[in-house]
């Protein structure tokens, strides 16, 4: 305690003593001293290096979704399976399904093989057919579909190789891992260490993550954030045209008209509490009102956008207000005394002086709204949706998914190739609210004015 | 007249409102504008929005009130069996569209004419295969009364199309003669122009109440039912969880709340101590060029979304505390515990509690600061004894609002903290909290007359409730006890 130091009685009490050489008390009240400071640091410590071992492991692990492991070979697109009649008529051939595509892969990929001359080495036919991706007969049939002209034609094919292939390349997938897994074996394994050895097996530039939709659980590797990337701009779109000009005109509102009685003070305290209102509940009620009342199809982008907006509302509001009441009131004082109505005062003055403050505030918003997850779990955007929504208006009521419910479904899937797939989705995210951050830091330094 | 198609035409009316009305009242003043009571562009906008305003508003009612009667009309044409609960009714309403949908689009395509649609049996052709080559795969075949339900539909919603263009089109029109009209030299345009603006501002700041309002409803109404299908001493004071979907749940929030609070309780044990003292070595320590750096950093933390977090719990933090300290002090070997969920809400909380105490901790003026100095106490007891105690009132209610938010908290709870509810004290066993069964009970199919369906809503008005009492406590706390210094 300092009671020495501070109590008016304790210099009679205290030995005589030099005030240039501490004392033991002095000692001892130091060493309290420089220990709370090393509290504080050990404290910004722990903080800043779990955050940094956190981005660190997103990174690391995350990393290797933009690349993905591929097969090339030269590919014979057979007449006699995929159009039995000869006549490139597209509708016949949809007539074939992706078991024959298959087949066609299957066997060009074995002859390729052959004329490298890699032996199989008792890996039986099926398991060579199993390196390759489960999706590469559908991509291929969807080619051949859209050019007919192709059949007939040997080209020169790139289709994914399975995931656990691809997790082999990258490491994830040992010889020792694949004793214990069901769905590869060391020798397929050993086999593909050959393929890459003849240039058949390499890893590429993956752009098929951005564009791609979800896949199924057994395909991992055809797994891309296409429709979550296209939910999520949807829903900035919403929040955009909605919130926004309904949050500035509730803020002009609020801070230049209202009259200050209890009504005013009455929303005024609402909208603090919406602030603090968990996100979930957010997501019960648009689960009530836009769906079940409403009517609106569930994973739509346009539940989603709206729940959003009303759930960023409040923090549009207390940015817009707070930039508002930045603008002086000689400036407003300025306008009336020239001849201005209050409206003119407002739009012609003070809202073009705030206007800086707002975008600031908007884009930060954006940013909250862009990684909000829970409320969509409720209105159903967790589905599985490997369809890309159509253009909008009409595209605002199909299903949709968006970038960090992609990364949760993916999270919550099985296999760990997911989990690769899923951080990738989190660098994408982080990215882009780099991005915004960045701009709205820009945007303060460029326009902040002090008055 | 498509929605989109007659929205360009009230534009098209506005514009033309606007350029007359302002032509009409310069032509008033005899081409001089000093001599208008407002400026021209207030009578433009004035018969601008005197066809928005209506035209707007009964095209926004008609689209609203519209599939309501539609939907009755047809409800009650439709035989007793098929509309006999509200599932039922759901399901021959979907049919009834569908097959009207169908029907539009085999007229659009050509293989049917307009009269066949509207006048053919089920006898005469086989309307699945006919729609199936138009697009509209249909489940069943099609029964007469379904059929017939359709063309009724179909022949209410055309009636339906025309009368909203009609009348929309009407009151534009009304509008655009109204707001010209009036356009005249002496009218006080920019009054009535502000005037109206002024309401749209009004109705802006209401939507928040609107909000408040439908979350109350929202989650009141179907709290009711659900009380009203299962005892509330059962919900409230049952010391199990285990909803079944086939029926004989036991629905008991207490394990709920337990594990909720007990994952607060971790959450704070981590957040307090370090937000704290990041936030009194920033505020009272660090130099200004540290504090510039080091703030903004630690403000990173709250900008990055929670399923981040969630997946760090899932994948690193889970683990690590599993295979380094659960596995070998035997307490047991989950990797999603209540210490792996309560710390990480305990690290996103960090800059909560860091920035606002580190604003409350500068609002104390520097004279008490002085005045402690100047009485031989170093900077470490000024804090403790003189800082902390003026900031107090403050530093409580951020971390009661701390504390709120990890309640609410729900994606890393939902990654990190298991599923299964139970009255445990072992920190690194796995429990479940209200936010992660709201999630559970709510995703996938769900039966809204089911009380397990229906116990979500009764869980999130309980957190509502916890959470805004929370808050109102804390802002109660810092408006009571706060100093005033001038």
Redesign the interface.
Known sequence: M?GA??SPLAPTARPKQSILTAGDDMKR??A??S???I??????A???T??A??LF??VR?GVSAFHQAQLTFPLELSADVLDPKGNRLRDEMTKVTTVGYAKVLTTAFQAELARKGITQDGVTDKEIAELISKDAPGQLRAMVLADPALVGTTIDATVLAAGRVDGFLKGRVTLESAERDGNVTPDQLRLAEKLRGAGILSSAWNWGFLTNPDASDQRPEAAGLGVALLGSAYMMLLVLVTCV???V??S???EE??PKNRWTD??EV?????A??????????G???FI?FA?LPQSSSIAGGLVIS?MI??TI?IATRASIRAVPPSIRDAALGVGA???QTVFHHVLPLAMPGILTGTILGL?TA?????PL??I?M?AFVDNYPAVP?EGFLDPATAL??Q??SW??RADPAF?ER??GA?IV??VF?VIM?VGAILLRRRFERRW | MSV?MLLAAIAVLALAAYLLARQRSLASAGGNPRLLHSLPLYYGWYGALSVLLPALGALVLWLLIQ?MVVEHRISTTLPADLVADAAARDLSMADVRRLAGGLDAAVAQGALTEDDARKMGTGTTDLRALLGTVGVALGSDVTPEILGAAQHYRHITSWGAAGKTALVLVLAVAGLFWGVTRAHKDFRA?NRV?QV??G???M??????L??I??VW??L??TFQFFSIYPYQDFFFSLTWSPNFRGGSDLGIIPLIWGTLYITLVSMIVAV??????A???AE?ASRRTRNV?KP??E??A??????????A???VGPFLRDWFAQPLGFGNSGSSVMTAGIVIG?LN??FI?SLSDDIINAVPQSLRDGSYG???????T???VILPAALPGIVGAIL?AA??A?????IV??GAGAAAKLDLNPFEAMTTM?VK??GQ??GDTD?AAPETLV??AL?ST??VI??GL??FA?WIVRKYREQYE
């Open positions: 300092t130091a501070l009240r130091n309290a001293e220990r709370f400071r509290y504080g640091l050990i404290a910004i722990l903080a800043l779990t955050l071992i956190m492991t997103i692990d000009p309904v949050g005109a509730a002009i509102y609020l008209f209202a009455a929303i609402n909208i603090a509490n919406l603090a209102v968990p996100s979930i509940v957010f997501g019960i009620l689960l009530s009102v079940n009517g009303l509302l409040p509001i109505s209050k409206m940013a862009l990684g909000e997850t829970a779990l409720l159903g967790v208006p960090p419910v990364v949760y999270a919550s989990i899923s951080n989190i995210l982080l609210l951050n | 989109l599939p920019r502000e603006v002024l749209l501002l009004m802006a700041s209401l939507i928040a109440v909000t408040t439908g979350i929202s989650i109404s179907e101590p370090i937000g704290l003292f990041a009194i070595y920033l320590y080091v950093l630690i990173v933390i900008g990055i979304p929670t399923v981040v977090f969630g997946i760090f899932l994948v690193t690290i960090v800059p860091s009485l031989g106490a170093t900077k470490s007891e804090v403790k004894q609002m709120s938010r309640i609410g908290e729900t994606m939902v990654m936010t709201i999630v709510l995703t809204f979500a809503f999130a957190l509502f959470t805004l808050n109102i802002l």
